[in-house]
């Protein structure tokens, strides 16, 4: 199991930026997939970025454009630069990694995108 701590989230104003970062209790070179969901009270988390061994990444609909996520495997570090913010990407963020068929979890950060 892989511990994850995410940091970076925070206030801002519709149309700013926020770089989100989750860093691991462990070398991330052998990680499957890595990535970010959020969840606001009352919805069900949903999947926001992803991002695999092979470099390759994936990104919901309602962030392709705005939101870029990356890894520093020499820093064990996991990023999602969120540009262009809006209302409804106020949410809590949570990093995952899967390893071995194993998702571990973060404690979550908090995004709130004021308009």
């Known amino acids: 199991q892989v511990q994850l701590v995410e940091s970076g989230g925070g206030l801002v104003q519709a149309g700013g930026s926020l770089r989100l970062s989750c860093a691991a209790s462990r070398s991330i070179f052998s990680i499957n997939a890595m990535g970010w969901h959020r969840q606001t009270p009352g919805k069900q988390r949903e999947l926001v970025a992803g991002?695999?061994?092979?470099?390759?990444?994936m990104y919901a609909d309602s962030v392709k454009g705005r939101f870029t996520i990356s890894r520093d495997n020499a820093k064990n570090t996991l990023y999602l630069q969120m540009n262009s913010l809006k209302s409804e990407d106020t949410a809590v963020y949570y990093c995952y990694a899967v390893r071995l068929g194993i998702t571990s979890w973060g404690q979550g950060t908090q995004v709130t995108v004021s308009s």
């Open positions: 991002i695999f061994s092979d470099g390759g990444t």
